[in-house]
């Protein structure tokens, strides 16, 4: 199993940024593909960003690309997700998840955070 425990969310005016982090414990963490997604009220859950299990490629939603940068410390079984140029749009609750090996952008990951709430004001 796989523990992961975001943090970072919060209220921020369009235009902000935000560091969202998720801590992972339970397995060796670099073994694991961690990714981003997020939800918003009535809509379905979407991917954001994921990140291969030693750094060497990173993968954005169209949405996010150039504005939000994932990224990782194996040391510290960590990733973050950095948010910049923040819209209202991207309100939404944030999780992250984890799977073993391979990446993908598709909601096929194992493991799930509880999420962690973006609100971004106008």
């Known amino acids: 199993q796989v523990q992961l425990i975001e943090s970072g969310g919060g209220l921020v005016q369009a235009g902000g940024s935000l560091r969202l982090s998720c801590a992972a414990s339970?397995?060796?963490?670099?073994?694991?593909?961690m990714g981003w997604f997020r939800q918003a009220p009535g809509k379905e859950r979407e991917f954001v960003a994921a990140i291969s299990r030693l750094a060497g490629s990173t993968y954005y939603a169209d949405s996010v690309k150039g504005r939000f940068t994932i990224s990782r410390d194996n040391a510290k079984n960590t990733v973050s997700l950095q948010m910049n140029s923040l819209k209202p749009e991207d309100t939404a609750l944030y999780y992250c998840?984890?799977?073993?090996?391979?990446?993908?952008?598709?909601?096929?990951?194992?493991?799930w955070g509880q999420g962690t709430q973006v609100t971004v004001s106008s």
């Open positions: 339970g397995r060796t963490f670099s073994n694991l593909v």
């Open positions: 998840a984890a799977r073993p090996m391979t990446v993908t952008t598709t909601s096929d990951y194992n493991f």
